[in-house]
Nanobody, 127 residues
């Protein structure tokens, strides 16, 4: 069983930045596709970003492209989400997730295909 623990959330003004971290337990982290999702109150969970096992491929939702950067450090079993130029509409609980058997880039946005989830970290952007 893999455990994922997010940190780094908080309250920030519009235009500010935050960096989220997600630390994974277990020896096979480096083989997983890792993703970030978010869920705002009253809304469905939505894809934010994903990164392939070696960091060679990164994928973003259109709403965050150019503002967010996903990265990973397999030696530290950690995936990051650097968020810049934050907007009030970025306010949500952010979750990291791991996919043991990714099926191609078209599937990365599908939350149902991820096997493990963290507990989430709250990001609040004030206007």
């Amino acid at each position: 069983q893999v455990q994922l623990v997010e940190s780094g959330g908080g309250l920030v003004q519009a235009g500010g930045s935050l960096r989220l971290s997600c630390v994974a337990s277990g020896p096979t982290f480096s083989s997983y596709l890792m993703g970030w999702f978010r869920q705002a109150p009253g809304k469905e969970r939505e894809f934010v970003a994903a990164i392939t096992w070696n960091g060679g491929g990164t994928y973003y939702a259109d709403s965050v492209k150019g503002r967010f950067t996903i990265s990973r450090d397999n030696a530290k079993n950690t995936v990051y989400l650097q968020m810049s130029n934050l907007k009030p509409e970025d306010t949500a609980v952010y979750y990291c997730a791991a996919d043991r058997f990714p099926m191609g880039s078209a599937s990365y946005v599908n939350a149902r295909l991820y096997d493990y989830w963290g507990q989430g970290t709250q990001v609040t952007v004030s206007s």
